[in-house]
């Protein structure tokens, strides 16, 4: 048990460089989850904290103990690898044994080694395996056994590298479940990387979003999920993800500023503060859910964005339907129960304010509206803006509802 | 004689094969080749009759050897295939008498090449085992030149360096002692062993030595532990080939060791003789009994030897 505190964490393969300058303080016990796509990385940091990566510059302190030139069996740390590394020529006990039997966890009497190796075992639901050799177990089996070779010692730290990537879908979901609720996960501090964003959310304290070799965001689930530092973190939440339209400043009659998609079709109030980072005329993103995005029946609310379009595309995956909706030339995903929805209908759809995102453009968001076209952008990240939740810092958000549906209307 | 033999002998097997295909098909189709089905082409029979041809060019030497073994003295150079096969060359060989002849016991000579070979692997994988872990673990500046200088004793011209080593060799009293010998042997054994076993130490992930650390265990065991194990059949068979190329080592011991401690390859050529009468038949007979060791080492060690020599050759 102990704290973990990374200070200008920087590590290097050859020419390339893996990480540049982290710097992340995970709390006694906590369970931090590092989310990122492939290479951006996320196995470079667990290695670096467990001391395997040779080239490292900056501080890594497990328990408040500097680690700087520590050898990784000192270190107290404990690591699932995504590849397994089980030892092939050990069964799995013997292979939950090793740990316990090097004489740097405590001191084990083989009694009490295979009891814990039970335990253990049947908390993952591969005690019948014991006897079996790696190389007769499936994927899962063997991912589940690495993840015993961690939770069967006591560590400061647990380092758990995509320890749930190689499940099937519901056993996934099962272990997800179970994960958090073990009693070594809740009282040991945890780094546990994934680019599973559901896990993310689902098992994290708080998250941290890295791409290529920097922390983009750290905060609770909720954090990065209602505020995203960026469209790059917005984009990395969400299956299908956000709808990013590149869009324009513009300063309203009635004062104010406002948010005009490129084609017309979507227009909000900005807040204020939103001219400190970008001028009138400037370009930023706005970006919205698509499980956010309600097909709306009967009267339109005024208290939310509303957004007309006909259906491109229905596809139905059980109880929800993804459409495609193409609203005045921007086509909009949205997710919705409504099983009525046909595709070449007319639909409105309609969303709180408070949870449309405004970021600021980058520099390819300006260009020509082909970024636009498929999703909104590159992984161009552009800054949250406002800082605060766009919605509520809305000023005119009845005008602007009425002046998106008019735009909507004339380009019809 | 060839293409009488051989396309007579595949003869019987194309109709069998072909009665198999009309039975499963339903219908007979006896004149038309079935697709995939083999057929003779002047060009197929013109390259089997370049590989039977070459077959022969190159087991012939053996079978002569074999044959010349077995020949008495009185028909070992006026017979070639027409004689009354006898074992006592044999005998002659590894007895007393064959000493008498050549000044050289043979039997000794076979014991100072197993003690030379043995001990010449021995020290290599010793030194060599943890040399192979370290080259094929860590890449630092420089670390292709080494493997390269190693790499070099093995090709360079043993003519290149024996006259300098027969003057350090008799300056520093090794000449014509087993210690020398297994010496001078490391410059055939040793590149092979290190550079055999880098790569089967590339081809293990250094996960499983990581996973060793963080287990609790030090680099040295995490090594014992983890890595040794699982290259036992690359060391089977490097230190086989290894053994094989000390034992067929000649340059090296015809300059390098006197009559006290000649090994076996510079034995039997002590059969042709030194000015007086060639024994051909005696140096088969050497000959075939010098090549016994090896192949009964390789026997032995086959079970791993199979599998050694395929994994580490080819990555996966």
Redesign the interface.
């Known amino acids: 048990m102990g704290s973990l505190s990374l200070r200008g964490l920087s590590a290097r393969y050859a020419k390339t460089v893996a990480l540049h300058g982290l710097d992340l303080d995970v709390a006694d016990g906590e369970f931090f989850v590092i989310l990122g796509p492939s290479g951006a990385g996320k196995t470079t940091t667990l290695?670096s904290v467990?001391?395997?990566v040779d080239a490292v510059e900056g501080e890594v302190r497990i328990a408040g103990a500097d680690m700087t030139g520590v050898?990784?069996?000192e270190?107290n740390?404990?690591?699932a690898?995504e590849?397994y590394?089980?030892?092939?020529?050990k069964t799995v006990e013997q292979n939950l044994a090793?740990?316990l039997r090097?004489?740097?966890?405590g001191s084990w009497s083989p009694a009490e080694q295979s009891e814990r190796i039970r335990e253990v075992t049947t908390t993952l639901g591969i005690e019948h395996l014991r006897g079996r050799f790696p190389r007769e177990l499936s994927n899962g089996q063997r991912q589940r056994t690495a993840l015993g070779?961690v939770l069967v010692?006591p560590a400061d730290v647990y380092l758990l590298d995509e320890p749930l990537s190689h499940l099937d879908a519901k056993l996934r979901a099962a272990m997800r479940a179970e994960l958090k609720q073990l009693g070594e996960m809740t009282h040991t501090t945890t780094l546990y990387v994934t680019h599973d964003y559901q896990e993310a959310l689902a098992l994290g304290d708080r998250v941290g979003v890295l791409r290529e070799g920097r922390l983009v965001q750290v905060g609770t689930p909720a954090e990065v999920w209602h505020e995203p530092a960026d469209t790059f973190v917005a984009r990395m939440f969400g299956q299908p993800e956000m709808n990013l339209f590149a869009a324009e400043l513009a300063a309203v009659p009635a004062g104010g500023t406002a948010a005009r998609s490129r084609r017309g079709g979507i227009a909000v109030g900005a807040p204020h503060s939103v001219r400190d980072s970008v001028d009138p005329g400037g370009s930023v993103l706005l970006g919205i859910r698509p499980r956010d995005l309600a097909v709306l029946t009967g009267e339109e609310p005024a208290d939310r964005l509303v957004l007309r379009g006909r259906v491109t595309l229905a596809e139905r995956l059980g109880r929800l339907v993804e459409l495609s909706v193409d609203v005045a030339g921007e086509a909009v995903i949205a997710v919705t129960e409504d099983q009525r929805v046909r595709e070449g209908d007319r639909v409105t759809l309609t969303v709180p304010w408070d949870r449309v995102h405004l970021f600021a453009g980058g520099p390819d968001s300006g260009g020509p509206d082909s970024g636009g076209q498929d999703g909104g952008g590159q992984d161009r990240g552009g800054r949250r803006l406002g800082g605060q939740r766009l919605g509520g810092g809305v000023p005119l958000p009845a005008t602007n509802a009425g002046a998106a549906a008019a735009s909507g209307g004339g380009a019809r | 004689m060839g293409d009488g033999s051989r396309p007579g002998g595949r003869q019987p097997a194309k109709p069998a094969g072909r009665e198999g295909h009309s039975r499963r098909g339903g219908k007979s189709s006896a004149g038309e080749p079935q697709p995939g089905q083999r057929r003779f082409s002047p060009a197929s029979v013109g390259g089997d009759l370049v590989l039977l041809a070459w077959f022969v060019f190159s087991l012939f030497p053996l079978v002569w050897l074999v044959l010349l073994s077995l020949k008495s003295e009185s028909e070992q150079i006026s017979t070639y295939f027409e004689f009354t096969p006898t074992l006592r060359n044999f005998g002659t060989v590894l007895s007393s008498e064959g000493a008498r002849l050549t000044s050289v016991n043979f039997s000794e000579a076979l014991l100072t090449s197993v003690l030379n070979c043995v001990g010449a692997v021995l020290v290599s994988l010793v030194i060599g085992v943890p040399a192979a872990y370290a080259a094929g673990r860590w890449q630092y500046r420089g670390s292709g030149d080494v493997m390269f200088t190693i790499l070099s004793f093995r090709f360079a011209p043993e003519l290149m360096v024996i006259v300098p080593l027969f003057v350090i060799y008799n300056q520093l009293g090794l000449f014509d002692t087993n210690v020398g010998m297994i010496w001078v042997l490391q410059l055939v054994t040793m590149p092979l062993i290190v550079w055999i076993l880098r790569s089967y130490f590339q081809d293990l992930?250094p996960?499983?030595e990581?996973?060793?650390?963080?287990?609790?265990?030090?680099?040295k065991?995490a090594f014992l532990m983890?890595a040794l194990?699982?290259v036992r059949p690359g060391i089977a068979a490097a230190a086989l080939l290894a053994f094989i190329f000390a034992w067929n080592n000649y340059v090296f011991p015809l300059i390098l060791t006197g009559s006290g401690h000649t090994p076996v390859t510079v034995a039997v050529t002590r059969f042709l003789g030194g000015g007086g009468q060639a024994f051909y038949s005696l140096t088969a007979a050497a000959a075939i009994i010098a090549a016994l060791p090896p192949l009964l080492v390789a026997l032995s060690i086959q079970r791993y030897l199979v599998r050694g020599l395929s994994f580490g050759a080819v990555k996966a």
Do not use: C, I, N, W
């Open positions: 290695k467990a001391g395997l050898e990784p069996y270190r740390v404990a690591m690898f590849s590394a089980l030892y092939p020529q090793s740990p090097s004489g740097r966890t070779r010692r | 992930p996960e499983l990581q996973a060793a650390l963080l287990d609790g265990y030090t680099r065991r983890v194990p699982l």
